[in-house]
């Protein structure tokens, strides 16, 4: 079961996760600060997931009961219904972190379960402890702390596509070629990408494989190769290409190879999204003198206009569950802000209101979505959850712009 | 006639920027001898004369930008009026061939903005063509909004950004 998200209520279960006694001798300094991120990580994963509200310490409580000891009841005044608690001890060249998980008034334990871990990928335990806990809480298998999101960062003049843990953390460079590197799209597989590179000059389609970081030129076209979404069977790739004189949407082979043009305009076409029974394709086409977006079938037949609200709506992103179109939609301010749709045109709503707001994409869970958001002069990444709430900045200092998120990595 | 008085007057203004006093620059032009590819940076090789020989083609020969209106490729009278400027230009130095940038402001998606920016490309191409000058002297590229000359987020910046810049290829 990937991720128990096919209902979502108000209620948030509230627990609280005490920092864990180490028992293993003198500490060291860094080793202190990766517990304390460890515990701090596993918190904002079940914040993140929107099943739970984190109750957090509060001295004061300690001052008013007089003790100097919080405890099982100490948490459940401070409204907390499971509590954590842990020792971690040294165990090889990492850590074990014995954790129980009981429930505040009934004394319950719900699990008592040891993680070990190495000092250096601590943020992956953590990860699989959220997971841990959210699996006896709430029933259900999620491994959407592990998946990892691509974009693009700038530094100078140089675009890279980095990837990034989901909660932003741990960004890592995967191209290095200077000029500009955009627009990665994911393969079902997670092993590999297709983006958008000047590094010959010319913005061309490369395909990146994950285990090496090796490239592989796939269109090189004249004009524009841009916009890749890969078929949700991994087979096809629908990008945007001028080579017959105008940006429009074309079946492409993994190799690059033309299977079919999709279709036939003067105006522009981008931006192509795929849904996931590979039925019909939505994108952004100025045929009516601004950008909306439209949905046509597979074959590049039967193009209906989506979006009515607005006179410029565009970048639209088909959710993995089929049943919402994400895009986004420039406001009277001039401001973008991201809404979703179904794709029929009915059930209009708007998720952001700060900032101006581009290029979402969904979760593999269809449950959140990243995207890039200038905020204060900078373009950081944020996500949120599909109905408006759970906003979080997942970056921070600027320079992110197209992010694509990965899916569950293969067992 | 206007393309040959013009000639002139950008010539005049060569020799007397060349009388300023270049040295290398001067000696580049009398050796028709490639570079050997051992030395340091040479200067930049004389363009090749066209057929009448009588004039080269200064180094810093200006092309004018044009500007867009936001989420247009529609080009506006001024617009059009130093394409003219820049047709009179390539018509008088025929060796010279240029590549047209078509850029965006932020305002908009970046895959969408790099369609704009070939279409405002492509306009000026077309236009540029309609005035005479040869097609294939012409190349284009779309940078969308990822190359701004202003990096500014209010219409100061976007104004200068929504442009299509005229890069010589043949230097």
């Known amino acids: 079961m990937q991720g128990r998200v ?32 460890l515990i701090e990580t596993i918190r904002q994963d079940l914040s993140f997931s929107g099943y739970f509200k984190i109750v957090r310490f509060d001295s004061l409580y300690l001052k008013l009961m007089g003790t100097s000891q919080m405890d099982r009841k100490g948490w459940s005044h401070l409204g907390a219904e499971y509590l954590g608690t842990g020792r971690v001890s040294p165990s090889g060249d990492g850590f074990r972190l014995l954790l129980k998980l009981e429930g505040t008034l009934s004394g319950e334990v719900i699990f008592e379960k040891s993680f070990t871990g190495l000092w250096e990928r601590s943020r992956q335990t953590a990860h699989q402890v959220a997971g841990e806990i959210i699996y006896y809480l709430w029933g259900g298998r999620t491994l959407i702390f592990e998946t990892q999101i691509a974009a693009t960062w700038q530094k100078g003049n140089a675009k890279n596509l980095y990837l990034l843990d989901y909660d932003g953390h741990r960004a890592r460079p995967i191209t290095n070629y200077g000029e500009i590197n955009i627009s990665p799209c994911w393969f079902p597989s997670g ?65 690059g190879k033309t299977v079919r043009r999709l279709t036939h305009h003067p105006a522009i076409e981008s931006e192509p999204t795929i849904s996931p029974d590979g039925k019909q394709i939505a994108f952004t086409s100025d045929r009516l003198g601004q950008p909306q977006v439209f949905t046509m079938d597979a074959d590049g037949g039967n193009i209906r206009r989506l979006t009515y609200q607005g006179s410029y709506n565009a970048s639209p992103a088909w959710s993995p569950r089929g049943d919402r179109i994400a895009y986004v939609s420039r406001g009277e301010t001039g401001t973008f802000d991201v809404y979703t749709i179904a794709p029929d045109g009915s059930g209009l709503a708007r998720l952001t209101s700060k900032g101006s707001n581009e290029n979402p994409d969904w979760s593999p869970d ?34 992110f712009t197209t992010p694509a998120w990965g899916p569950y990595p293969r067992p | 006639m206007t393309f040959k008085l013009l000639r002139f007057v950008i010539l005049a203004a060569v020799i007397l920027a060349l009388a300023g006093g270049c040295s290398s620059k001067k000696k580049g032009v009398e050796s028709d001898t490639p570079p050997l590819t051992e030395e340091p940076p040479p200067p930049p090789p004389p363009p090749p004369t066209d057929e009448s020989g009588d ?117």
């Open chain 2, 55 to 171: 004039l080269d083609t200064p180094a810093d020969l200006e092309l004018q930008t044009i500007y867009f209106e936001y989420d247009k490729y529609s080009l506006k009278s001024d617009a059009k009026d130093a394409l003219s400027k820049n047709a009179a230009t390539l018509g008088t130095y025929t060796e010279v061939t240029v590549v047209i940038e078509g850029h965006c402001d932020e305002r908009g998606t970046v895959e969408y903005n790099l369609a704009l920016g070939e279409k405002r490309a492509r306009a000026a191409r077309d236009y540029l063509v309609d005035l005479g000058i040869q097609a294939d002297r012409i190349r284009t590229i779309s940078y969308g909004e990822e190359r701004p000359v202003d990096p500014g987020h209010a219409e100061s910046a976007w104004s200068k950004n929504r442009r299509a810049d005229f890069l010589r290829t043949d230097q």
């Open chain 1, 6 to 37: 096919t209902t979502k209520s108000a209620y948030r279960l509230p627990v609280a996760l005490q920092e864990p006694e180490w028992s293993g001798g003198s500490m060291t300094p860094e080793k202190q600060l990766i517990l304390a991120d």
């Open chain 1, 191 to 255: 092993d590999r990408i297709v983006f958008t590179s000047y590094r010959e000059g010319n913005p061309d389609l490369w395909l990146l494989l994950l285990k090496n970081n090796s490239t592989q030129k796939i269109s090189a076209r004249p004009g524009l190769n841009t916009a890749p979404a890969v078929w949700p069977d991994g087979r096809y790739i629908v990008a945007t290409l001028s080579v017959d004189g105008n940006a429009e949407l074309y079946l492409l082979a993994e190799s």
């Open chain 1, 366 to 399: 269809g449950y959140h979505l990243v995207f890039s958001s200038l905020r204060g002069g900078e373009r950081n990444l944020f996500t949120i959850t599909y109905d408006g709430t759970n906003e979080r900045q997942i970056t921070d200092g600027g320079g």
